[in-house]
């Protein structure tokens, strides 16, 4: 099967140059590819004919993406038409979080005409979250709820041999004017066990800035309830932590291949196990890694 992932553009409406990779469509790439399938994904957020604005500047361009969002002739959704035409995917994966669900829609609508057998699946915090209004939208297939790898990888399968979805855990779908719902599914319980996120498998990879390839997760989960934050309803609270050497590898991989020394990390709160991140620490002088890096976490995780 042919599987496109889709990044949904926001920023670039806005002429604004968003850095990094999606690293979760990275992630499901990887983990498809491996089960044998022809996987791409395209980034409609990477150009180079952007410039990177202050986010207070960039406050004031939100006129730009509605007038974006609403302009069929937009050369985004004619580059959009353009690389479904050429790629003719049998699926698209597209993420979502809540402030791309419009973009998204409109390219499951693209899509659809491009091809109507195309199935769209959506994926993501704003689809785990509000499943049955995602599906309410003619042009959305399935939605796969959660940690999607092996769901995602289980329903390319299904479509493949055309088998039924019922006992593919952490799926949503439509079946003669019913949603579905299937069982939830466990969160993966080894993230080591995970093939590092599939960098290679961009469109226009090469176009990126060694820096944007320095995006990583070392765990996923966070122990804490933010009220702005959906993390508990992707990951659960309880963290999951890759080994120091599976990250170290990923590290060592990255800079090999695209010569990345300014590394990323994404994960929800990376200090909440301090044990984890000395030995982490002590593993990059060691190894004579020499790189830099930045991390997300809570101000309460941190001391001296």
Request: net charge neutral; charged share 25%; hydrophobic share 40%.
């Amino acid at each position: 099967m042919r599987v496109l992932l889709i990044e949904p553009p926001f920023e670039r409406f806005q002429g604004i140059k968003r850095a990094f990779f999606p690293l979760g469509l990275a992630y499901l790439a990887a983990y498809t590819q491996a089960q044998g399938h022809t996987v791409e994904i395209y980034d409609v957020e990477q150009t180079k004919e952007t410039n990177i604005l202050p986010y207070a500047e960039a406050a004031t361009c939100y006129q730009k993406y509605l007038e974006g969002l609403n302009d069929k002739q937009h050369p985004i959704w004619q580059e959009t038409k353009e690389v479904l035409r050429r790629f003719r995917p049998h699926i698209i994966g597209i993420s979502c979080p809540t402030v791309k669900y419009v973009p998204a829609l409109k390219i499951a609508e693209l899509a659809k005409q491009v091809d109507p057998e195309i199935k769209v699946v959506f994926g993501g915090c704003h689809p785990t979250v509000l499943t049955e209004s995602v599906l309410a939208n003619q042009t959305v297939d399935f939605v796969v709820r959660g940690e999607g790898e092996l769901t995602l990888a289980q329903l390319v399968d299904s479509l493949q041999d055309n088998i039924s979805f019922k006992d593919i855990e952490g799926l949503s779908y439509k079946l003669d004017g019913q949603i579905i719902h299937n069982p939830a599914r466990q969160l993966q319980p080894d993230l080591n066990q995970l093939p590092f996120p599939a960098r290679r498998l961009l469109r226009n990879a090469s176009e990126y800035d060694a820096e944007d390839m320095g995006l990583l997760m070392g765990s996923r989960g966070c122990p804490f309830q933010c009220t702005y934050c959906a993390s508990k309803n992707m990951w659960g609270r309880r963290v999951r932590y890759r080994s120091v050497q599976n990250i170290i590898d990923e590290i060592r991989q990255v800079k090999e291949q695209f010569g990345t020394t300014q590394f990323s990390f994404e994960d929800d709160s990376f200090t909440a196990n301090s044990k984890l991140i000395a030995e982490f620490c002590q593993q990059l002088i060691s190894q004579q890694l020499r790189i830099n890096w930045s991390a997300i976490t809570r101000i309460n995780l941190l001391n001296d």
